[in-house]
């Protein structure tokens, strides 16, 4: 089906769709409709009679359509659920329709079933956002639906009359023709609201004369609404008139009778450009000032400049200004142009309803009433102003969230950094706490003065006396903060303190399950069945009441912690007993798992304006988190029925709770039936908040803080359309899903079951414009090994994982659908609504139909298809055995490219300035144009353990630090926690996953300038060296150097060269090797296995046996599946680097180190800056070596180095070139932004290099990890080599021991006050703790232990008492450590676990580890770390004051700029000393042979050095004067353009002599030719088809021969440089197995690099063509070295699969006297996307060029296609070459300089 529109008197063909309704065209008027929900209600309104209906939002035919039969209850001639008894619209047109898998208990068909019995055609299909558009510019205008012949233009005229003049109806200019307006029948859905008040209604005609004919028979007089032009009624206006001068009745008219009433007053109406048509628009009472959000659909309005006398204005449009109601001054007569009982929209002017019946009565009791105006509730504007005033004040202070944990994550930088942005937009002095070093809100720019504190109620009232601020605000830090509010209630008054927001009283109702319970219920609101119980006892009486199966609640904790679910006695027992742990109250209520779970977010003002914002559905029902479950907004299963009902109840609750700002509420309904209930009221800005404002574009947490301060919600401008007001309800026209990130693995022996209480540490948000393309993304998004939603290899038994679901429940859904498994089976199993569920199943379905294509075969009209469900490229390249870059050449040959749209809160109603972007296929235009050519910077993708908001960080700063220098800015991140998604933070934000499809897309359309990779962490840097391939402009250091440092080969190789040390390591393939290693360096080890089983990665080993036990357990080693061993150093420091550097030499860097001795991953350290405890040597080395490897790979930018020091003696463990963690810590403590320095280094911009550093003289930063192993049940909270922190704070002190005691307090660690507990396993800990323990003793601390550390205490005479870790029953209370843990008699348990000598199976419980676990159950503070242990106890000893001094905080009030200084850059000087004694010089290169292994590594380190050489300078000056001899007897491009390029680079000449052109023709033989050139060149290369040709000439040159290939004897440069490829490209030769394939007899290139990896322990695979093979002494010499592996006539999966270096050579026609055995052989073996099929995923195909067929075109966009790359090499190997061979000696003494 097509749609057509009028534009003028041409006809555009606007979209080419699909017909889901009656098959016939139709034409009409065009009018879209903006609202969420309610299709049902909107097509059977009459006021779209004849209409075209765009229909925007994402969700129709979703839950279908009910009865056709059901009644409504009060009127039986009205259809129970819709407007009337016939659709009304001519046409429907959508984007997207649910077809025929609609879900709801309601539904008894689908829509399109419904338009076909009633004969309406429709269209889904349709760019609708773009219609929406035109027709907003354009104004009114027609179309048509065409199923296959046009039909004649005809504008249907709308209202029931007769018209012969040439008029207008609707707007739209009529042929004069006489036209009979058609008679409807409809029924008035606004007597439902007058009936159901008990009114006895007469519906009448609209030209019903009731003045004359009904007389004195009725009370009041409703005008109701109805299609058409009020002009064309003049009979009705007169009738009205008549009754307004008899006034006899009040007289009450909506919408149409609105305009009829103003017409009649003698008023004027005017017709609207297009209309408001939506369900959102705000409208405000000009009598109360109060504003209302209205249902609207009409075409024309009123004009109040024509009002009479005695008429006034009572509501405007709050976006526009136009009228929306009038009211007589004397008489009871009003009207609304809006719908106040609006089906479908909200119902929030219902009472408007009870405004006339009121009158009614009045009148109807007193005539004097009829000479009165009527009375609105709602107060006097002045009144209200009055009581709710602005509020003044001029200092405030915000509480921050502290670190980041599971439950409380980077949402609270997100909320409040915009908090503390709208405060300083009203001018107000604002400060902040919050220790949380990494976040964008504690730095300059924002806040006027930060404090680095815990955010506890003892600090908060310390920052209070100091600052004396006028207010305080607790809603946006998370939990911490409003905890603190409760704790401060009563004191806040004394100390001249307002709480700005929601009050507190309101907060303790809402965080008190009890008294929420009760408050519900007073306003008749349904809440669980639940109570409350302070002791287990209390809590076994309720379940009496409640009944089995229960949900326990922590009260005042977050994220349901301390929560879950119990289906029995033992079950509650334990839950309660964890429970009462963290908090001393728990809620117990009724169960409802399976029903849905729906959330709202609400905004409401002091002057009761009151909005939702968005409403969201999760994916999972009731019974998982909300935080670990799947939510999409809008909600996609809700009726409008459904949906107006909770944001009914939404607004009610708020408003009778009193909170001012911003919250969420959360409902729990049965899928089954209307029934709800409440679950919680989060009186805060939660996680919720931050999604539903990057979901809507409505910054919710701005807004709030705007609120707080008095400012009226309709006084506030909506920032992304400029025009409208934040009084809004936001319509979205397209899907969001939000998908949590578990990083379970990182844990051992955690429960990995998803239930009630959180355990994600964090989540992505996607944006389509359907729900497939949504949840594809978000997949994706998750982490970059998923492709999308397809089976994947996971471990598990489906019906377990659907059943009891764990983190890895999309990959059983999606097994599941692959594995045949029907949907409703699936739905029996998870209680998934059947919607969703049919929906994954389309695309699982979809998924296996692409697997019967290939990029040749695919239509264009499928691939567009497969892009519009949300496919990638690299999944459809899984499913056609291809690769991801040619799927794209497919894609965008075909003219398939994605298309940019923009989130502006209106769904394109209004035109929006908004830079907040997402990218769809279901589309056909852009929303913007590209002219910015911003530069792009990449941020950190979703928060996971090891990358969180220390990258956000980074990446703001980078992008404001652009921005400020004139840039323009593009930001791609898909994080709704992060203040990089903020929309005014860049100059663009594209809501997109960090792939390279997605990037490439946008780096293109953009056309940027360059784009920054090293700021968001490893997402961006993993995909740095696709993106440089694909000539994408990558902004600092080359992603080869990122490479380089990344590959373990590549960088030992590169270290060893600069002379830097590192552990020894070494990457083995069986256990006979590994044992090998490990006793000659000596144990422990590190053991790291290439991949994961069992969630055991990386461990410290500390025993042969331990080894056999772990290498067992981790995997089969073997070749396929290496171990890395690298030696552990034990008792030695770990020392942090960050720096930076341009172009190679270091412009900054700050030195941290770590309380924690090597061993424990840097990200779970404590890090202390400025050092205090390091050697100036160990600094000075450090310094060195970083100078040294920054120089090495070329940095320009940040990087990062961890070193480990051990008596001065350091060495590198890790070198991250790209920001790193600690850099918002260095940055912060030193007063020096690393990362502004950074970026203007990458961008070339001048900069200041080691600024001056003011730091007060006494003065430390610590940082500490903030763990959250309480939320992961079952995880043994020790510290390794595996990153197990979720967040950080760092907090100053004058001593390190200051500013520990006060981080640790901020990450919510309890000081003990008298029970200690220690439990140390070691000898070697128990020796060095003991000078700790005896301070502790004689400070006066109870002390208990464990058997072995109590005999060893009291042997050293410390009184101790004994505690016993053994569960018995026997056993005294007194003794039990079980006891006294579970009843919080401990309150510090250090517990020194010893080195594991010997691995346990994964399933032993230790003793040491179950009390562990219980100390985190039971809340009491656990030291796992004995430098951990010795610093806190030093701390404690020093009786620290914590009171505020000058190092807590930071003042950005004024900042001083900081003067530009340009410095140039020094050259490297190390091609000098590699080419000072070059074994080469002035020597013929004949053959492969003459090269040694060391030889080898010379030359392959100087072409390095070339490398970045011509990376920096483009030439260097090293063979300046010195002239190169091409001579080419046979045709080359390669070689000879090769020789040719590397000469010129090295600042040389060439003379370059072709056979065809010299004396050869003349019959001059070879060795007369090679003396002539002896006599201009220095060195001539030389290429000849005789075998012996290279010796000959060697022969009789004095001047160096370099053979460039001599019959199919040898081509040694070739062979060097194909040997320097597999270098680079995988980082070692050695342990590979390389596959040689082709023509093996002739291949000079394969017979030379056979030669060569003599020096390598390699397997060498031959395939040819039996007339091809390998020359039997080349075949024997590698059998002889023991190097041959398989020898096929067959290119075999077997083979290719054990392949990591495919070479292919071509088969040489000029090598063959018999033209037919050429034929026969040439195409015997080729290699295409088939063959690579079976490959591994870095195995590289190589070619020394030219080809022929035997590698397929398709493969060269195959990542793995290394072929072109090897010609880069290539030059930088000859570069090597020549230099080493052409360099003079003078040359080689003297200082190279650099062009």
């Excluded at 009409?28 to 009679?49: H, N, W």
Aim: glycine share 8%.
């Amino acid at each position: 089906m097509a749609l057509e529109i009028r534009d003028g008197d041409q006809s555009i063909r606007f979209a080419q769709g699909y017909s889901f309704g009656a098959q016939k065209s139709v034409a009409g008027e065009l009018v879209f409709q903006t609202g969420m929900v309610g299709y049902p209600e909107s097509i059977t309104d009459p006021s779209y009679r004849g209409q075209l209906l765009v229909v925007t939002f994402p969700l129709v035919g979703n839950y279908g359509v009910p009865s056709r039969e059901d009644r409504d209850a009060l009127l039986g001639d009205l259809p129970a659920h819709f407007e009337a008894a016939t659709i009304h619209i001519a046409g429907l047109i959508v984007a997207s329709y649910s077809g025929e898998d609609y879900s709801h208990h309601l539904a008894t068909s689908s829509l399109g079933t419904w338009l076909q019995e009633q004969g309406v055609p429709a269209i889904h299909g349709v760019d609708t956002r773009a219609l929406t558009k035109r027709i907003r510019e354009k104004g009114s205008m027609l179309g048509r639906l065409l199923l296959s012949e046009p039909s004649s233009w005809n504008a249907r005229q709308l209202t029931n009359g007769h018209d012969t003049s040439n008029g207008t109806a609707n707007g739209l200019n009529i042929d004069k023709v006489e036209v009979e307006y058609e008679e409807i029948e409809w029924s008035d859905p606004n007597t439902r609201n007058l009936v159901a008040d008990g009114l006895e209604v007469e519906v009448v005609p609209w030209d019903y004369d009731f003045p004359r004919l009904a007389g004195k028979e009725y009370d009041g007089l409703f005008i109701s609404n109805g299609p058409g032009d009020p002009a064309m009624m003049e009979t009705t206006v007169k009738h009205i008139s008549a009754a307004m001068e008899e006034a006899r009745t009040p007289i009450f008219g909506i919408c149409l009778g609105h305009q009829l009433l103003a017409r009649a007053a003698g008023a004027n109406t005017l017709k609207m450009k297009f209309g408001n048509r939506g369900h959102n628009i705000p409208c405000t009472n000009l009598l109360s000032g109060r504003c209302y959000i209205t249902s609207q659909n009409h075409g024309y309005a009123v004009d109040p400049k024509t009002l009479p006398g005695g008429w006034e204005e009572l509501f405007v449009n709050a976006n526009d200004g136009s009228n929306e109601g009038i009211k007589h001054v004397s008489r009871p007569y009003f009207s609304v142009q809006f719908h106040p009982e609006s089906a479908p929209g909200p119902r929030d002017t219902e009472f408007l309803f009870d405004v006339f019946i009121d009158t009614i009565k009045k009148t109807m009791g007193s005539t004097d009433a009829l000479r009165k105006p009527v009375q609105f509730p709602g107060g006097d504007v002045v009144e209200n102003e009055r009581l709710h005033p602005r509020v003044h004040v001029k200092k405030v202070l915000v509480l921050g969230s502290g670190g980041l944990s599971i439950g409380q994550a980077g949402e609270f930088d997100y909320s409040g950094s915009q908090a503390i942005k709208a405060l300083k937009e009203e001018g107000i002095y604002t400060i902040l706490i919050n220790p949380n070093i990494a976040t964008i809100q504690t730095s300059r720019g924002l806040a006027d003065k930060v404090y680095f504190l815990p955010v506890n109620a003892e600090f908060v009232r310390k920052v209070i006396k100091q600052e004396r601020p006028d207010a305080i605000y607790v809603t946006f830090g998370g939990q911490t903060a409003l905890q603190v509010g409760i704790q401060l209630r009563d004191e806040f008054k004394a100390l001249g303190v307002q709480v700005l927001g929601t009050p507190i009283d309101t907060i303790i109702t809402t965080e008190d399950r009890e008294l929420f319970a009760r408050s519900m219920e007073s306003i008749g609101e349904k809440c669980a069945k639940s109570a409350s119980a302070c002791t287990v006892d209390e809590a076994m009486q309720a379940v009496r009441d409640i009944g089995f199966p229960v949900i326990v609640r922590a009260a005042y904790a977050l994220g349901g912690l301390g929560s879950g679910f119990a289906e029995d006695e033992s079950q509650l027992l334990d839950l309660c007993n964890k429970a009462f742990a963290a908090s001393p109250q728990v809620l117990i209520e009724r169960s409802m798992k399976g029903w849905k779970e729906i959330e709202y977010e609400v905004v409401r003002d002091a002057r009761d304006n009151c909005i939702t914002v968005c409403n969201m559905e999760n994916f999972d029902p009731l019974g998982i988190h909300t935080g670990d479950s799947i939510v999409v907004a809008p909600s996609q299963t809700l009726s409008d029925e459904d949906y107006n009902m909770l944001r009914t109840t939404a607004v009610n609750v708020i408003r009778h709770l009193g909170v001012v700002g911003e919250c969420n509420i959360q409902y729990a309904l049965n899928p089954h039936s209307k029934e709800y209930c409440i679950i919680e009221v989060n009186a805060r800005l939660s996680r919720s908040s931050a999604l539903a404002s990057k979901a809507t574009g409505y910054p919710l947490a701005f807004i709030a803080a705007k609120l707080g301060l008095g400012i009226p919600l309709n006084e506030i401008k909506n920032s992304v359309t400029k025009v409208t007001c934040a009084c809004f309800e936001p319509s979205l026209d397209y899907v969001v899903v939000k998908i949590p990130r578990w990083d379970l693995k990182k844990f051992t022996r955690v429960s990995t079951l998803l239930g009630s209480s959180m355990k994600s540490v964090g989540e992505v948000m996607s944006i389509g414009r359907t729900f497939e393309e949504a949840i594809q993304k978000a997949i994706r998004a998750v982490d970059v090994n998923n492709l999308g939603y397809n089976q994947t290899d996971a471990l598990m038994s489906i019906d377990t994982e659907l059943q009891t679901p764990s983190d890895q429940r999309m990959f059983a859904l999606a097994n599941a659908m692959h594995a045949g498994y029907s949907v409703d089976k699936i739905w029996e199993l998870t209680q998934i609504d059947r919607w969703f569920l049919n929906k994954l199943k389309g695309l699982s379905d979809f998924g296996k139909l692409m697997t019967n294509y290939t990029t040749s075969t695919i239509t264009s009209s499928l691939l567009r298809r497969a892009k519009e469900l949300g496919f990638s490229d690299r999944q459809l390249a899984n499913f056609w055995d291809s690769n991801e870059l040619a799927v794209r050449r497919t894609r965008t040959e075909a003219g398939i490219v994605p298309f940019v749209k923009q989130i502006d809160t209106v769904a394109a109603e209004f035109p929006a300035y908004t830079n907040y972007l997402y990218l769809t296929y279901n589309g056909t235009e852009h929303d913007i144009t590209f002219n910015d050519c911003g530069v792009m910077v990449l941020g950190s993708g979703v928060y996971r353990i090891g990358s969180s908001v220390e990258f956000d960080w980074c990446s703001v700063r980078a992008v404001r630090t652009l921005r400020e220098q004139g840039y323009k800015t593009v930001m791609v991140n898909y994080n709704p926690e992060t203040v990089s998604t903020d929309y005014d933070e860049a100059d663009r934000l594209y809501f997109e996953n960090i792939t390279l499809e997605t990037v490439l897309d946008i780096y293109q359309m953009e056309s940027s300038s360059g784009v920054i990779l090293s700021m968001g962490g490893q997402t961006p840097n993993n995909i740095s060296l696709p993106l440089h391939r694909l000539n994408v402009k990558v902004l600092g250091t080359s992603p080869e150097m990122i490479d380089t440092a990344e590959n373990r080969y590549k960088f030992s190789r590169m270290l060893e060269r600069i002379g830097v040390d590192q552990p020894a390591w070494k990457e083995l393939t069986t256990i006979e090797e590994a044992k090998e290693f490990c006793d000659r360096v000596q144990y422990p080890v590190l053991v790291r296995p290439s991949y994961v089983l069992s969630g055991a990665a990386m461990n410290t080993v500390y025993s042969q046996h331990d080894l056999a036990n772990y290498l067992n357990q981790a995997a089969d080693v073997s070749k396929e599946h290496p171990v890395v061993i690298t030696k552990y150093i034990e008792g030695a420091k770990e020392i942090e680097m960050d720096a930076v550097a341009r172009n190679g030499v270091m412009i900054g860097h700050f030195i941290s180190e770590h309380v924690e001795n090597a061993g424990v991953h840097s990200g779970d350290a404590t890090l202390i800056l400025p050092p205090q405890d390091l050697d100036p040597e160990t600094i000075r080395r450090i310094e060195d070596a970083t100078r040294k490897i920054g120089d090495a790979l070329n940095v320009t930018g940040p990087y990062n180095i961890q070193f480990i020091a051990k008596d001065q003696d350091i060495k590198v463990i890790e070198c991250n070139v790209r920001a790193s963690r600690s850099f918002p810590f260095v940055s912060k403590v030193m007063g020096v932004d690393l990362i502004e320095m950074a970026t203007k280094a990458m961008a070339g911009l001048p900069l200041q290099e080691y600024p001056k550093v003011n730091i007060p003289a006494d003065y430390v930063g610590v940082k500490v990890p903030q763990f959250s192993f309480s939320r992961l049940s079952g995880a043994d909270p020790v510290l390794g080599v595996e990153m197990a922190s979720t967040g950080e704070v760092a907090c100053f002190g004058r001593t390190k021991y200051e500013a520990y005691i006060k981080g640790l307090i901020a990450t919510g660690f309890r000081l003990p006050k008298k029970n200690i507990l220690l439990s140390i396993g070691s000898f070697k800990d128990k020796e060095e703790m003991m000078p700790s323990i005896e301070k502790l003793h004689k400070l006066g601390y109870n002390l208990f232990a464990t058997a072995g550390t109590a005999d060893y205490l009291e042997a050293k005479g410390i009184p101790v008492k004994f505690l016993e870790a053994l569960q018995d029953d026997d056993q005294k209370e007194e003794y039990s450590l079980t006891y006294a843990l579970a009843n919080n008699k401990i309150d510090l348990y250090i517990n020194l676990p010893s080195s594991n000598r010997y691995r346990r199976p994964a399933n032993y419980m230790s003793k040491g580890y179950r009390t562990r676990r219980m100390a985190i159950d039971y809340q009491t503070p656990l030291v796992t770390n004995v430098k951990n242990a010795k610093i806190l106890i030093e701390a404690i000893a020093r009786h620290y004051d914590l009171e505020i001094s000058k190092v807590d905080y930071q003042d950005f009030s004024v900042v001083p700029a900081a003067p530009q200084i340009l410095r140039k850059p020094k050259g490297s000087p190390t091609i000098r000393e590699l080419l000072a004694n070059s074994p080469f010089r002035n020597k013929h290169i004949v053959s492969v042979s003459q090269f040694s292994r060391n030889e080898l590594h010379l030359l392959f380190t100087v072409a390095q050095e070339m490398r970045l050489g011509v990376e920096r300078e483009g030439c260097l000056d090293v063979l300046k004067g010195r002239v190169l001899c091409l001579m080419f007897f046979e045709p080359s491009t390669r070689t000879s353009s090769s020789f040719d390029t590397a000469m010129k680079r090295l600042g040389g000449q060439t003379v370059l002599i072709s056979e065809a052109h010299s004396s050869t023709q003349k019959g001059e033989s070879l060795e007369d030719t090679i003396r002539t050139l002896d006599q201009y060149g220095d060195a001539i290369v030389l290429r000849h088809p005789s075998d012996e040709s290279a010796n000959t000439a060697a022969k009789f040159s004095d001047r160096p021969i370099i053979n460039a290939g001599n019959g199919s004897r040898e081509h040694p440069t070739q062979a060097f440089l194909d040997l320097f490829t597999i270098r680079e490209e995988l980082g070692t030769v050695n342990g590979l197995t390389i596959t040689f394939t082709g023509d093996l007899l002739y291949g000079r290139t394969v017979h030379s690099l056979c030669e060569l990896l003599k020096h390598y322990n390699v397997t060498i695979q031959l395939v040819s063509p039996a007339s091809l093979a390998l020359p039997d002494k080349v075949r024997q010499t590698l059998k002889s070295r023991s190097q041959l592996g398989v020898v096929s006539t067959e290119l075999t999966p077997e083979i290719i699969a054990k392949t990591d270096v495919l070479y292919c050579t071509r088969v040489q026609k000029e090598r063959f006297e018999d033209p037919q055995l050429y034929e026969q052989v040439r195409n015997s073996l080729v290699v295409d996307n088939a063959t690579l099929k079976h490959a591994k995923q870095n195995m590289i195909v190589m070619h020394p060029l030219p080809r022929n067929a035997e590698i397929a075109r398709e493969v060269d966009d195959d990542p793995r296609a290394a072929y072109f790359r090897q010609m880069k090499y290539g030059m930088f190997v000859r570069m090597a070459l020549l230099a080493l061979v052409m360099t003079p000696v003078e040359e080689g003494k003297r200082r190279f300089s650099i062009v």
